[in-house]
């Protein structure tokens, strides 16, 4: 090999390594804080549900994919410091616990119990421990794509519990103060029935608020009368190439609906880039995990004549 394909080849080998190491080592800790105004509600929705007022949002931090196992720091103190704030509703969208080992830091995923509650489902990687084989064959064969049993998540439901977080599985919860209605679909997912028969009592003001883990059936959630939607398990497509975007979303999604707001219909959804993955391919590439605040508005609420939509704000944490 002459001397300058040497050069070329140890060039590269060095970027990669440096690239490997700044994916594993560096961006999948940038924890960050983002927030974002929704504006829910067409001109003849009539929604009238927080009772804060007309300019006050209803304000909702959305968590999600945080991979717990032992040993955590930096995303157990900063899932802490966020959840230390004043917010109306805490949501938990998922993968919460990588395994058992995970439910060790339990008691710091809820700081200040909100207003409306803390509420939390379950995840695929809640319900089973993964081997390479199901995440490398399991791609290709559908078949193999999930092991043959599901873990007892009675344990991890216990101490979400004792957290402070009400989990909800396939069930939901009324606040008739603030007309507010949480749904909380447990994984994989409802029958499209099951997601309209748990919204079909809710009186047509309030907000219906559906909480899921992997985004699937999105037509579905959005026919069953939900206002807005949040959910996780893309990481946001974890690995972004600049002015491409993700390259998967290991869901039905498109890669450029990977993470963020998108809509269905009259329903938002929110999507979380989440704050951690399997600890083997927790790697992230301009795509750093994130918990989000949501302020939540009414279309009327607004009165500079803002349209249903978004904006996000991002901010750095540390
Ligand atoms: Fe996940």
């Known amino acids: 090999m002459s001397s300058m394909w040497k050069l070329i080849a140890g060039s590269a080998l060095l970027g990669g390594l440096g690239a490997y190491f700044y994916a594993s080592q560096v961006e999948s800790r940038r924890y960050a804080l983002e ?24 304000k909702v931090l959305h968590l999600s994919d945080l991979h717990l196992c ?40 809820l700081s200040r119990k909100p207003r409306l509650g803390a509420y939390a489902v379950l995840g695929n990687h809640d319900y089973y421990h993964y081997r390479l084989f199901h995440k490398t064959f399991g791609r290709i064969m559908k078949k193999y794509r999930h092991p043959p049993l599901r873990r007892d998540v009675k344990p991890m439901v216990k101490a979400l519990e004792q957290a402070g977080y009400v989990v909800l599985r396939n069930e939901g919860q009324s606040h008739s103060d603030s007309c507010v209605h949480v749904v909380g679909v447990d994984y994989p997912g409802a029958h499209p029935a099951q997601l309209r028969g748990l919204f079909s009592q809710v009186p047509p003001q ?8 992997m985004p699937i059936g999105l037509e579905s959630i959005a026919s069953s009368g939900a206002d807005l939607a949040l959910g996780g398990h893309t990481h946001g497509g974890q690995i ?6 993700p390259i998967i ?47 939540v508005y009414v279309n009327q609420a607004k009165e500079d004549g803002t349209e249903a939509g978004g904006i996000a704000k991002p901010k750095r944490f540390g």
């Open 35 to 58: 927030i974002l105004d929704i504006v829910i509600g067409g001109d003849d929705a009539g929604l009238n549900f927080s009772g804060l007022g007309k300019q006050e949002p209803l």
């Open 70 to 109: 032992y040993p955590e720091a930096d995303k157990v103190k900063f899932i802490e410091m966020v959840t230390d704030k004043d917010y109306d509703l805490v949501a938990l969208t998922g993968d919460i616990f990588e395994d058992y080992s995970g439910m060790l830091y339990a008691s710091s995923l």
């Open 206 to 213: 309030w907000l219906r608020l559906l909480l899921f883990h």
């Open 240 to 245: 972004c190439i600049p002015g491409v975007g």
């Open 249 to 295: 979303t290991d869901s039905e999604l498109p890669r450029h609906e990977a993470s963020g707001l998108l809509w269905r219909g009259q329903t938002a959804f929110h999507i979380s880039r989440g704050l951690g993955a399997d600890p083997r391919t927790n790697l992230r590439f301009f795509c750093p995990p994130a918990a989000t605040v949501l302020n």
